[in-house]
């Protein structure tokens, strides 16, 4: 993948698209849903973080740990400071496996959503979205937001029928739109120097895919079963087993003892590639391979003319003659043998899966030999750090370019160690199972405030009782009371049960927020702005403190000692707080420091002066007042002597809007503009419509079922317009908007169905003469 830069801390950006129910009103940035339980303190909570920024975020939202293996925790640290919300679906199941253990539930209910109902592409690259989807549900145990999603999982499958052989029985793809490009089928096929054709790959029948549908389809029959459906339940079952075993017979090949490759093209007798490939390791962690001998597959991890490398696994086998016959140019990516942390995180998953089998090949050391290995890979200058793809034989990242791949995330890793090595291992009824993959040297570890089932758990293992000294060689706490204490040699297996606690969201949005881009509302603009800054950065929804990549407004060189930022909104806001992540770099050697005082104004004049206040560098610092309604925000920030001043992100956050009425201004706008217009009461529309033209609401709250909707409109012309109407990207209907002569007509549309939570309303098409003021729902 080059065509994209995964940057890690896109944290606002989803949660201006779709909020969760809501239920009393927040105006402050987002917390986790569990606040105010209290959980235990074995652990110091603030040295690991200390070195990071956004530290208030990471405080409140992940599970703490003490292992005996030094690289494996820093880099988890290091990881935990990730946020998996960039929208790319060919990484979005390791994205959402990642987040699944972010206290606050809302940031993977978002990005799931921004798929199941949202724009978010799920046919660009293959994926296991929905799989990930329902092992995430073991984790927070909300089984109705997984039920609400069901039909629209059924639809996102529906998608990639169009790949699927039915003489083969197995579903096809180029390699590059699954994740590897320059991988072995390209150079089969074009041996001398296609490029093109060695980049993209060759349709191909693929263990990773058909293990990633074999896997989207048990997990709609899982929730299907949740859901009391047993018709979807039974026939997803039947997609699942018809899938394996079309695995089993054409991509497992008997005499290299291994899931490969079938080229599809010319290959009428699906003859299997020669050549054994990492994605050929995949299925295992989908369950698939685990009861056959199959599994002694992975032994090939730990040849060194297999995969095994100090940086791997290799992506290709070393003794196959084509491992890395592209070397890398200083560019990605060459999945022929690099080291591709994406993949690495598959290979971990397959391990546990296998370890934890029955007749496992491999051993608790192998286990964390390769997450060792993937700890010593997710390094840079002696600190964590994670790019796109690493050189197996080097210490050294061979696509790291500056501004594009720092942080890159396309992987899991603290999944790897709270899951793999810890063995977290969650279930569907309110259990936990304890099952860590522990070296035998191994005497102690601890995970600390993860939450679990409305619950904080603590799991901690002391072999002599002396590190935690809590009681017994084997404590587990829920919330902060004690609820295991036992005396346990390893190797522990442990099944834990606990009571029922149903959490509920109080999730607020970010009306600053603009995911659209310049030219569209919310604008901002500033009074200086240093030449490599962006009023724009700092409310386009990404929240993140590096020098680069730069995601920030600065007056740097300013002449002036204070400057003011300003976000304007589409139409007057009801406010009582504005955040302001500052930047602050005079740590790192830079100019730029925390304001010495911030006065804030808005519509009605000055709305807060803050003289004396205590400001964190790069992190957030909210600022509360008595409400007031206003059509801006304007920041006038003060320098402190001889610095800047820097805005990472000037955030809004206010209760979402419930409806009945929802305001196109707000909605994403794609091919149109908001318009003054002093007929509507807001005093501002969305016009300048075309064919092409793209409102789309977020965030329609419903309980599922017909509603009814009135959409007020206005028509200068005399011809009837015509625009579809989409409902969670599914074209329900037509509606022709007759000439109003300027003046707002409601168009009803009857019967419109909704599904259970927050649905997306989209309207497609128009001409310049039309105006759309607004949507009315009546559930
Ligand atoms: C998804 O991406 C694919 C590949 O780029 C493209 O062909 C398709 O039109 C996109 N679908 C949507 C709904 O945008
Ligand atoms: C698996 O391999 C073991 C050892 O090689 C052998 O004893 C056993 O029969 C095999 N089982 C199957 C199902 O092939
Ligand atoms: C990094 O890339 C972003 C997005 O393309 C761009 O806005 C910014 O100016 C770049 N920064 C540097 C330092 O090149
Ligand atoms: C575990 O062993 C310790 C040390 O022998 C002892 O003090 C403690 O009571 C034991 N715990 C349980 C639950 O038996
Ligand atoms: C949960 O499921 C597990 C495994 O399926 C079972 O052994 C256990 O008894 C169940 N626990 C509860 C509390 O229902
Ligand atoms: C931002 O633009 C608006 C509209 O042009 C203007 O009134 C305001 O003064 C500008 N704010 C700053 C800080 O430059
Ligand atoms: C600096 O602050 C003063 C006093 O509040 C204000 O009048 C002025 O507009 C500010 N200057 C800039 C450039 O924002
Ligand atoms: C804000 O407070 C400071 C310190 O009291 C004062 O100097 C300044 O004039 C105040 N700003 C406004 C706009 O009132
Ligand atoms: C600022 O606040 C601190 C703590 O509240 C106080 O000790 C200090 O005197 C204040 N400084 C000024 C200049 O008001």
């Not at 503009?673 to 509507?680: E, G, L, P, S, T």
Request: hydrophobic content about 35%; glycine content about 8%.
């Amino acid at each position: 993948m080059d065509s994209f830069s995964g940057l890690r801390w896109s944290i606002t950006l989803a949660s201006f698209v779709l909020v969760a129910l809501q239920l009393c009103l927040a105006q402050a940035p987002p917390q986790p849903e569990d606040i105010g339980t209290k959980g235990t303190s074995f652990l110091d909570h603030e040295t690991p973080i200390s070195q990071f920024w956004g530290k208030t975020f990471l405080r409140e939202n992940i599970p703490f740990i003490d292992i005996p293996d030094k690289t494996i925790q820093d880099v988890y640290y290091y990881l935990g400071y990730a946020q998996a919300l960039n929208t790319i679906n060919a990484a979005a199941g390791h994205q959402i496996d990642e987040a699944r253990w972010l206290r606050g539930k809302f940031y993977v209910d978002d990005y799931i959503q921004a798929y199941t109902r949202g724009p978010g592409n799920t046919t660009q690259y293959t994926h296991w979205i929905l799989d990930a989807l329902y092992r995430r549900s073991k984790v927070d145990g909300d089984k109705q937001f997984a039920i609400n999603q069901l039909a629209d999982m059924a639809r996102l499958w529906g998608e990639w029928d169009y790949t699927f052989d039915t003489n083969a029985g197995l579903y096809y793809f180029t390699p590059n739109f699954d994740a590897q490009e320059y991988s072995l089928p390209g150079f089969v096929v074009a041996p001398t120097g296609n490029d093109k054709l060695q980049y993209d790959g060759p349709d191909t029948y693929r263990p990773s895919l058909n293990a990633y549908m074999i896997a989207n389809a048990r997990a709609i029959a899982a929730i299907g079963n949740y859901a009391g459906n047993s018709e979807v339940e039974s026939s997803f079952t039947l997609i699942g087993s018809n899938l394996e075993a079309a695995m089993n017979r054409h991509l497992w090949s008997p005499d290299q003892e291994f899931y490969v490759d079938v080229i599809r093209p010319n290959n009428p007798d699906l003859k299997p590639i020669s050549g054994r490939e990492e994605v050929g390791l995949y299925p295992y962690r989908f369950g698939i391979g685990l009861e056959s001998n199959h599994s002694r597959a992975a032994l090939a991890l730990f040849d060194p003319q297999g995969f095994q490398a100090p940086y791997g696994p290799t992506t290709l086998e070393i003794r196959n003659q084509y491992y890395t016959a592209q070397k890398p140019t200083g560019y990605c990516c060459f999945w022929q043998g690099q080291s591709w942390p994406y993949s690495t995180a598959h290979i971990l998953k397959s391990l546990a899966a296998i370890y934890r089998s029955p007749n496992s090949p491999i051993t608790a050391d192998q286990y964390v030999q390769t997450l060792s290995t993937y700890a010593t890979t997710q390094q840079k200058n002696g600190v964590p750090y994670v790019a796109e793809s690493h050189y197996p034989f080097d210490n050294s990242w061979s696509s790291d370019s500056s501004n594009h791949s720092e942080h890159y995330d396309h992987s899991t890793n603290n999944d790897d160690v709270i899951t793999g090595l810890l063995g977290i291992a969650p279930q569907s009824n309110h259990s936990l199972l304890v099952s860590p993959i522990m070296p035998k040297d191994w005497t102690f570890f601890a995970i600390e405030n993860f939450a679990y089932h409305g619950h904080l758990i603590t799991v901690l293992y002391d072999a002599y009782g002396e590190r935690y000294k809590c009681g017994s060689s084997f404590c587990v706490f829920s919330d902060d009371k004690q609820i295991v204490s036992k005396n346990l040699t390893s190797p522990i297996h442990e099944l834990i049960s606990l009571r029922t606690t149903p959490i509920a969201s109080v999730i607020p949005v970010n009306i600053a927020a603009n995911p659209n881009g310049l030219g569209y509302y919310p604008m901002a603009n500033a009074s200086y702005t240093f030449y490599t800054d962006n009023p724009y950065k700092a409310i386009d929804g990404y929240l993140f403190y590096d020098d680069i990549p730069d995601n920030r407004w600065t007056n740097y060189q300013s002449n002036s000692l204070n400057d003011t930022l300003q976000v304007t909104f589409a139409r007057p806001r009801t406010i009582s707080s504005v955040t302001l992540a500052l930047y602050s770099d005079v740590a790192r050697g830079g100019g730029v420091d925390v304001p010495a005082a911030i006065e804030i104004y808005g519509s009605s004049g000055l709305i807060a002066n803050l003289t004396n206040s205590t400001l964190l560098p790069n992190d957030r610092n909210t600022f509360s007042f008595k409400e007031t309604k206003t059509s801006y925000v304007a920041v006038n920030l003060f320098n402190r002597p001889n610095k800047a001043v820097g805005v990472c992100e000037l955030e809004v956050w206010t209760p979402p809007i419930s409806g009945p009425t929802y305001y196109a201004v707000d909605s994403l706008l794609t091919n149109a503009a908001v318009v003054k217009d002093a007929a509507a009461s807001i005093g501002a529309v969305v016009g300048q419509l075309a064919p092409e033209s793209v409102v789309a609401f977020s965030g329609i709250e419903s309980g599922g079922g017909k509603a009814k909707l009135a959409l007020s409109y206005s028509n200068v012309g005399s011809t009837a317009v015509n625009i579809d109407v989409k409902v969670n990207q599914v074209r329900r209907v037509t509606l022709s908007l007759g000439g109003t002569k300027g003046t707002y007509d409601l168009e009803m549309i009857e019967g419109l169905d909704l599904e259970a939570g927050m649905n997306f309303v989209t309207f497609l098409g128009g001409s310049s003469q039309l105006r759309i003021k607004s949507i009315e729902i009546e559930n």
